[in-house]
């Protein structure tokens, strides 16, 4: 595809998973994260099938001219405690989304990729501007995740993940994960230990919150 390098935000369209998207979804995800497709820790087929099966409209597929370029997976939950402490797997039914809970008031972003050659042109904004307008029209709460410490490794041995979290919260470090959320209007609540088994986080991850606006509360 000629424009797939060169692309502009404007021609980048998201719409709906669909299950003919499963196996290019699965190629993307062995691009977009490498270091964690070698430990199998990306979506695989039967994952993808479900997430389909039990929260269709949570499932987003970022395109150009017909090939995905990016997609992200959400669920619905319900935390109790609002920021209960939680891992990767506890919170997505290890990756299947059995955990899904239509009558939660988060939405969760259990992951989102864009294919590391079109990077920085806008995908990742978009696929979360689509979650947002799920979080609004399905009227819920807030939008959370957690988000891998992505550069820490580069930083343990002089910082303490809290203390990582807060220098990139404060502009003077910059984390491939949490600057860009914090960039899409997410607010840095707490540090997640043993989230997932990730060598570059050393298994920490953000904590991140974006409120919905727009919410309206039963009365």
Not at 74 to 101: C, E, K, R
Not at 180 to 197: A, E, P, T, V
Not at 199 to 209: D, K, Q
Request: aromatic letters at 10%; proline letters at 4%; hydrophobic letters at 40%.
């Amino acid at each position: 595809m000629s424009s797939f390098y060169v692309l502009n935000s404007d021609s980048v369209s998201i719409r709906q998973t669909a299950v003919a998207d499963i196996p290019e979804i699965v190629k993307l995800q062995e691009e977009s994260f490498a270091d964690l497709a070698k430990i199998g820790n990306i979506w695989l087929p039967d994952e993808l099938k479900s997430h389909l099966d039990i929260f269709p409209q949570g499932q987003l597929v970022a395109e150009v001219e017909g090939k995905i370029v990016g997609s992200a997976t959400s669920l619905i939950i319900q935390l109790s405690p609002v920021y209960a402490d939680h891992t990767w797997n506890g919170i997505t039914g290890n990756g299947m989304l059995t955990t899904h809970f239509p009558a939660g008031d988060s939405l969760y972003g259990a992951d989102i990729s864009t294919h590391p050659r079109v990077r920085h042109k806008g995908i990742g904004h978009k696929l979360y501007q689509g979650r947002k307008d799920i979080a609004m029209r399905m009227n819920l709460k807030r939008m959370i995740g957690g988000g891998r410490l992505y550069n820490y490794c580069e930083y343990s041995e002089i910082l303490s993940p809290l203390q990582y979290a807060k220098e990139v919260v404060e502009c003077k470090l910059h984390d491939l994960v949490l600057s860009f959320d914090l960039i899409n209007g997410f607010n840095f609540i707490k540090i997640l230990s043993i989230y997932l088994d990730d060598a570059r986080s050393l298994n920490y991850a953000s904590f991140i919150e974006w409120i919905n606006p727009h919410y309206l509360q039963s009365q």
